[in-house]
């Protein structure tokens, strides 16, 4: 166990719809990221959060949003879903607040089939 | 902008074999950490090692060492005494400096030992 908490591990949904995919950082983490793995893509960043402000924002598509909320969790909000975002999304978390040293804790990743 | 690059899509290698990914990086921060994560059948991101741009020694794990050559922008892994279980995607990442730290991921190795 990473400490890092992602829910649910499988999502499987119709084209159109919306869902959230959620994160508990390790404790004392108050940075978030979330990736996207796909076949074509490889791991892109999607977004970064730290204690709860938006921090970073990489390859994210305005159908997606992010929040981190008090409690430091995060939820990733994808909507008007297509088949390519068919993927696995992952949540990972570090101390935060700058520094180059050891990487993040990676959650064991969310994957989200569009059908 | 960083960029990645792992020119081995997938490597054979007979097990207690020593094997060695590569991953080029370029850069034009002087600053900079260098990480290597496996991504075994199972989906999850493990770290493996890390290496800062201004580690005057080259980081080992383990049975894990970073052969790291600044001049030539290299940061290669190397697996002593490979085993079944080291079977996996490989992925070199680099994290930006300061105020920015998301991970920019090369496109993998996939590593397969031979019995």
């Known amino acids: 166990d990473s400490g890092v908490t992602q829910t649910p591990k499988h999502l499987i949904t119709a084209t159109g719809q919306r869902v959230t995919l959620r994160c508990s950082p390790r404790s004392g983490d108050l940075s978030v990221y979330w990736y996207q793995q796909s076949l074509d893509q490889g791991l892109q960043f999607l977004i970064q959060?730290?204690?709860?402000?938006?921090?970073a924002k990489g390859n994210i598509l305005e159908r997606f949003s992010a929040q981190q909320f008090p409690d430091l969790h995060s939820e990733l909000n994808l909507s008007s879903l297509e088949l390519g975002d068919s993927a696995l999304y992952f949540c990972a978390s570090s101390r935060g607040g700058g520094g180059l040293d050891y990487g993040y804790t990676f959650g064991s990743g969310t994957r989200l089939t569009v059908v | 902008a960083q960029k990645i690059t792992q020119t081995q899509p997938g490597m054979f290698v007979q097990e207690k074999e020593a094997v060695t990914l590569d991953c080029t990086y370029d850069?034009?921060?002087?600053?900079?950490?260098l990480f290597w994560y496996k991504q075994p059948s199972s989906g999850e991101m493990i770290f493996l090692i890390y290496?800062?741009?201004?580690?005057?020694q080259n980081a080992t794990e383990g049975r894990y060492s970073l052969n790291f050559q600044k001049a030539r922008k290299s940061a290669n892994l190397v697996i002593s005494a490979s085993q079944l279980g080291d079977s996996a995607m490989y992925f070199c990442a680099m994290r930006e400096p300061l105020g920015n730290e998301k991970l920019t991921f090369g496109t993998g190795t996939r590593l397969t030992i031979i019995p």
């Open positions: 959060y730290y204690n709860g402000e938006e921090r």
């Open positions: 290496q800062g741009s201004y580690d005057e």
């Open positions: 850069t034009s921060d002087q600053s900079y950490g």
